[in-house]
Every structure is written in structure tokens, then in C-alpha cells.
């Protein structure tokens, strides 16, 4: 039955977001194995191709997930992964969205940089120039990168403590934003008659020092014609919840009931508007794997399908590397000791679903998280006609659980074509989604403000 609109639904509109990997497979570690799926994920017409398809679907924002290391079992054994093509390629996200934007013209494109593994003034540059090269359609997904894989590719031993993490990124972000707010927007002059380029009571140092990080300018870049980057961010600890209300322009969430997700989001909402944000200017959108067919026996056959692609061994090295814990240790069915539980890091939040769904019942085995997580399966996907996905998304948005969606795909480009065509147009229908796109940036398009400038 289809929901009716609401006030909100007229006064504000569905956002869509791709969700993209620049590697052998999209979020889904089996996608390389559906016969829709192109296996050119090493040429930049691959990429292009995707952009052209969302643009057309006048999706606001395409961005790149991201992580700096292949799965392995945590005895270092990662042939697994190879064999197997277990979300082992893992290329730059930056250099492959470059054909992306160079094939279209309004959609956002962004990227995944870690807090944790790089520094501010490299990250303030990299994406201040990609927004100059995309004309004002950059955005940064803020990571703070929990695997202790991505941790030894970048010399560490292991990731730091996840409270330590967030405190480093919100020094980060100060540093970031501090360097792109020191240019004034009229502070080029580029005049050859007069000789001069610039004024220099309009380019300011930040001379920041603080606990984990010292930059001191002056910037090199100078602002763009969104200001500058949206930035976007993961985060679903409470912890990265409040970073996200004091910083994000968007925030990606997991796919939890619908109830709990409208709590979450009422509770980032309150927390932004006690920072003095407008609550409207936190995006939030759920990711969702939606299975779309012409019928519904089409979509329910195609669901069947896809149930056959993942392999065990996805799974046990998905898990492994989410939560810094050898899963192929174990025989599949052998509980969890608690010592076993306490030791596991890197996410939270999956860990945590599989506890609450046995409520204290008995101790988790691996084949339960496998179940309860869906880690290397598809997460449970949305099936059904364009009508039953519209529906669902009318449901979720009008509640409101959030402010759009970030769809998933189950195959590239496959997914996303069917998608366009199917879905948005009912969208469209309903008044829930846009027609075209509001302007040229992503600020634009995202219904954010632009930021002042704040030389100092």
C-alpha cells in the first residue's frame, strides 16, 4: 500500500547517491560474477559509463567507497582473496572518478580519504583542485579507517583506538576547513596591467598547532565555485554520529529497521541544531540494495539469483576485515568465547546486531554473523516492481528515516541501469524526486549553502 505524501515530501526531495568501488567489484564482494556485471573495471570508459548512467538518472552525488588494504585471514593469508576476486583491487578513487567527471556535467563526485592515514594540507589541496577540475562538484567521504590491514600497509602496526580516531579527525577537519576558508573569494585579481595577480591581505596562514597535528599555510588553492567541497561522512558509533552533526553535509547510514533509523536520525538532527546548523543541511542518506523487475516474479528471480553468487569464503574474509579478527580460524559453527568477542574491533555496529538478534540466548557462532551481518551476501535487498521500491522509499523518507538513499548494486552497470529506468521515473511521478538538477554545483543540487569565506 502506498504511503501518502506528507508536508515534507512537497517542501523537500528524495536525494540519490551511487555508490561506487574503483575496484573488481562493487560493495557486493560477488558482483564480478553476475553475467550483468562488465568485467573492463581497469578502463576509464568503465567509469564513464557509470557517471553517464547516474547523471541521466539526475542522481545528486556518486562517491567512492574506500580502503587502503586487501582482505586477509589475520595470519597474513590473503590468496583467498585473490583467488577468489574478494574486493582484492582496490585502485585510487581520485584518479578513477577523474573520466567520471570528464564525462558529465552536474552530477557530484566524490571520494573516500582517510583522517587517519594522510595529512590535512595534502587532503585540503587534493580536493580543493578536484573541485576546481569538476567546477564545483567535489565531495570527500571523511573515513577514520578501523582495519588493522589498511594500518600495516601505512606502517603501523595496528589501528588506533576508535575515540583516538575521531579526536584526530576532528583536529583534522578544523586544519582542512581552517586552509579553506583562508582564501577570500575576490582575492584573485590576475590583472597584467596593473601587474597584479593577487591581494595579500586576502590569502591568510591558519598557524594551527594542536594535540595530534601543526599546519600553519598559507594555502596554495584558491576557492571554488561552490566554496568548497561538500564533505560527507560514514560514521555510525555515537561517537562518529556527533563528529557527522558538527561536520557532515551528509551522512551515509547502514540499512537498520526503519524505526531505529528515523530515531537516529531525529537524534543527529537535534545534535546539529544545538551547534547552531539548520538540521536541513545534513543530508542523510540510508544505503539500500534495491532488486528491481519489471513483475515481481521478474524481481524475486533475479533475487534467486543473486543468492547464488556469494561464496562462504567472501564472508569469513569480509568479517575478518571488519572486525580485526581471524574468522576462518574457527569452524563455522564453534561458539565464540567471550574473550573471542571482547578482542574484536574495527566496527561495532555489526557485532552488535548479532548480540541484540540471540538477546543473551547463546554465544555466536561465525555462521551467525554470516546470517545476521549478511557480510560478503548482499544486504538484505529491497525486491520487487518500481511501485514496491518507490514505495519503500516513500515510507522511509516521509516518516522521515532520512533524507534519501544510496543505492547499492548488485551488478555494474546492470544495477544502476535498471534503476534509472524503472525507478526514477516513478519517483519523478510521485513528486518525490527531481525532474533536473537545480544548478551546476553540488551544493546546488544538495540544497546546501554555500560557505563564507573567513579570512583571518
Sequence with gaps: MRVGHCTRAIVLQIVLVGFLQAQNCSNFAGSWRHPESRLDFLSPEFFADIARTLEDGKFQLCFFDDRLGMPEFHGGRFAEAVENGIRFVKMDPIACLMPMAMATSRIGIGATYSVTYYQPFHVARLFQTLDHMTKGRACWNVVTSMNDIEAMNMGQDGAPPHDRRY??????????????DTWADDALIVDRTSGRFADPAKVQRIDYKGEHFASRGP?????????????????????????????????????????????????????????????????????????????????????AFIETLPLEVDSLMLLSENNNFDFGSKPIDEPFTQAELDSMSGTQGGKDRVLKTLAGSRMPTPRDFINITRRGKLPHPWVG???????????????????????????????????????????????????????NTLRENLGLPRPISRPR
Design 167 to 180: 579526536d584526530r579527525a576532528d583536529e583534522f577537519l578544523e586544519i582542512v576547513h581552517g586552509h579553506w
Design 385 to 439: 516492481t518500481p511501485k514496491d521500491i518507490a514505495d519503500t522509499m516513500e515510507e522511509w523518507f516521509t516518516t522521515p528515516a532520512c533524507d534519501g538513499f544510496v543505492v547499492g548494486a548488485p551488478c555494474v552497470p546492470g544495477s544502476y541501469i535498471d534503476f534509472v529506468r524503472l525507478v526514477v521515473p516513478e519517483l519523478q511521478r510521485r513528486g518525490l524526486f527531481h525532474k533536473d538538477y537545480a544548478g
Design 219 to 303: 594555502f596554495t588553492v584558491p576557492r571554488t565555485p561552490q566554496g568548497h567541497p561538500v564533505v560527507i561522512q560514514a560514521g555510525q558509533s555515537g561517537r562518529g554520529r556527533k563528529f557527522a552533526a558538527r561536520r557532515g553535509g551528509g551522512v551515509v547510514t547502514s540499512n537498520p529497521p526503519r524505526e531505529d533509523a528515523a530515531e537516529a536520525s531525529a537524534d543527529m538532527k537535534a545534535d546539529a541544531a544545538r551547534l547552531g546548523r539548520n538540521p536541513d543541511h545534513i543530508k542523510i542518506a540510508t544505503l539500500c540494495h534495491p532488486i528491481v523487475g519489471k513483475t515481481k516474479a521478474e524481481a524475486e528471480d533475479k533475487r
